[in-house]
């Protein structure tokens, strides 16, 4: 009995034993909001890793991989093209990008498969015939219905705002409607891009030509994603220069009549087969535990997609690259996600959010740079209080090229699903004057990039994905 019962008394002891182990080698709590070390034990630990930011920064920017991600993407790029969803070009540069991580010796090298939209412009053309004429720059906006071969005659009505279009909605009947928005900021004036077509379409318009969402503009227009609504009837819809629009908002207050003709061959062809390309540094002490950074691949069908997003798919890259020259392992796994469809919404990275999501506590944080390489003046970040005080010290490890801020709302289309769910969420934050200049348009293109900057952003990128990876603890939620 006694035997019995010390056996059982062991027994306990042992499975008490096995539940505590994981926090005796310091198994991160932060899953249960818990975080086991006090700050000034944090802030010890990650000024502990001045030398290796030290290390990250020299190779990076001033060594050996000086240079390395810009000359990657200007192969790249030059090579493949633009890369839309659902075109032969993104189908290249999957490959292209699945055998380049391989022979770049990353770990885990995979394709993850995804159905994502095709949509084809095809020709497209829009001519002004009254009262001159003059043949408008347009881009046919993603997902928008083609117009009949002769294409669509039809009077202009200039608005400046969603507001004067209801208020004169009467007017817009069988007219083509011009948006003639200012530029506020692109989050507020996508809008017009985004659902300018429905609104149109509501009013009784026969076709919609959007202002670009631009900042500054060289008779540039720039494409971009819009949606339908299933209760509204479809119209063509495509966007048009400043200028045009400017040109068309002043003869309208004059009372000129403007008519256009508006031909358009957009299809759209059943959902394409895709892939998240994905590589990995595997972690040496928690290996199901994730620092996802990343950027997407594919881009629109103008310009090269070089700034829009292969310089954050490329330094996404090269932090993997720079932490493998450096001969570093983090604790953790440093997973690298090169996203599909994100043009369209994000869906190539909707749909790994579902597949993954069922592991959500293990992803530490989850990082996307998709708004430049541009010169990186720090990181956005998304998370709780705590976590943030984290990213500041860490960010302290950048002191040696001055990128040291933290700001407000980290994050990016691709990883936002994460973020929603409260896994922290970080982003590059950079000199952005000059991005909506080119965003979607013909000139973004490799001329657009600076292989110095791109050297400073691969820096900050690498020293806070791989310190966060590395720490004994993930950051709290
Ligand atoms: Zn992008």
Same mark, same amino acid.
């Given at each position: 009995m006694q035997e019995r019962q010390q056996s059982k008394r062991k027994l306990l002891f042992l499975i008490v034993f096995i539940h505590l182990l994981p926090?005796?080698?310091?198994?991160?709590?932060?899953?249960?909001?818990?975080?086991?070390?006090?700050?000034?034990?944090?802030?010890?630990?990650?000024?502990?890793?001045?030398?290796?930011?030290?290390?990250?920064?020299?190779?990076?920017?001033?060594?050996?991989?000086?240079?390395?991600?810009?000359?990657?993407?200007?192969?790249?790029?030059?090579?493949?093209?633009?890369?839309?969803?659902?075109?032969?070009?993104?189908?290249?540069a999957i490959k292209y990008m699945h055998n380049a991580l391989k022979e770049n010796g990353l770990e885990n090298v995979h394709l993850e498969p995804v159905k994502i939209p095709h949509w084809e412009r095809g020709e497209e053309s829009a001519m002004m015939v009254e009262p001159r004429c003059h043949n408008l720059a347009i881009l046919g906006l993603g997902n928008s219905i083609a117009t009949p071969p002769e294409g669509i005659t039809a009077e202009i009505l200039v608005?400046?705002?969603?507001?004067?279009?209801?208020?004169?909605?009467?007017?817009?009947?069988?007219?083509?409607?011009?948006?003639?928005?200012?530029?506020?900021?692109?989050?507020?004036?996508?809008?017009?891009?985004?659902?300018?077509?429905?609104?149109?379409?509501?009013?009784g318009a026969v076709a919609s030509l959007i202002r670009s969402i631009a900042s500054f503009s060289?008779?540039?227009?720039?494409?971009?994603?819009?949606?339908?609504r299933s209760d509204v009837p479809r119209i063509p819809t495509a966007c048009i220069s400043v200028e045009d629009a400017e040109m068309m908002a002043r003869m309208s207050s004059k009372g000129m009549k403007i008519v256009v003709n508006l031909k358009m061959e957009a299809k759209t062809y059943p959902d394409a087969s895709s892939f998240n390309t994905v590589g990995e540094i595997v972690g040496s002490k928690y290996p199901e535990q994730v620092v996802l950074v990343s950027g997407h691949l594919d881009s629109w069908d103008v310009g090269q997609g070089a700034m829009d997003d292969g310089g954050g798919?490329?330094?996404?890259?090269?932090?993997?690259?720079?932490?493998?020259?450096?001969?570093?392992?983090?604790?953790?796994?440093?997973?690298?996600?090169?996203?599909?469809? &994100?043009?369209? =919404? +994000?869906?190539?990275?909707?749909?790994?959010? @579902?597949?993954?999501?069922?592991?959500? $506590?293990?992803? !530490?944080?989850?990082?996307?740079?998709?708004?430049?390489?541009?010169?990186?003046?720090g990181l956005a970040f998304t998370g709780s209080d705590k976590a943030r005080s984290i990213m500041r010290e860490v960010m302290q490890?950048?002191?040696?090229?001055?990128?040291?801020?933290?700001? &407000?709302?980290? =994050? +990016?289309?691709?990883?936002?699903?994460?973020? @929603?769910?409260?896994?922290?969420?970080? $982003?590059?934050? !950079?000199?952005?004057?000059?991005?909506?200049?080119?965003?979607?348009?013909?000139?973004?293109?490799?001329?657009?990039?600076?292989?110095?900057?791109?050297?400073?952003?691969?820096?900050?990128?690498?020293?806070?994905?791989?310190?966060?990876?590395?720490?004994?603890?993930?950051?709290?939620?």
């Open positions: 926090q005796c080698l310091g198994r991160p709590q932060s899953k249960n909001g818990r975080y086991r070390q006090t700050f000034e034990e944090v802030k010890r630990e990650i000024a502990g890793y001045k030398d290796i930011a030290k290390a990250i920064i020299d190779l990076a920017v001033y060594g050996k991989a000086q240079n390395r991600s810009y000359e990657r993407l200007a192969l790249f790029v030059d090579t493949i093209g633009p890369r839309l969803s659902g075109s032969k070009n993104l189908d290249t608005v400046t705002s969603f507001d004067e279009l209801h208020a004169r909605a009467p007017e817009a009947k069988g007219k083509i409607v011009v948006y003639n928005e200012p530029y506020i900021s692109y989050g507020e004036t996508v809008q017009y891009r985004s659902q300018g077509a429905v609104e149109a379409a509501k009013a060289i008779n540039s227009p720039h494409t971009g994603w819009q949606y339908y798919a490329f330094i996404s890259w090269e932090a993997l690259s720079l932490i493998k020259n450096l001969g570093l392992r983090p604790k953790r796994t440093l997973r690298l996600v090169l996203w599909t469809g &994100e043009e369209q =919404g +994000g869906v190539g990275a909707n749909q790994y959010y @579902q597949l993954h999501k069922v592991n959500i $506590s293990n992803f !530490d944080i989850v990082m996307e740079s998709d708004e430049g390489t541009f010169m990186p003046t490890l950048l002191q040696p090229i001055n990128v040291t801020a933290v700001y &407000e709302n980290g =994050g +990016g289309t691709d990883v936002d699903y994460w973020v @929603q769910d409260g896994v922290p969420g970080a $982003s590059l934050l !950079d000199d952005i004057t000059k991005y909506f200049w080119f965003h979607h348009s013909n000139g973004d293109t490799m001329t657009v990039q600076d292989p110095n900057q791109m050297n400073l952003c691969a820096a900050v990128w690498t020293v806070v994905s791989y310190v966060i990876a590395d720490m004994e603890e993930m950051l709290p939620r």
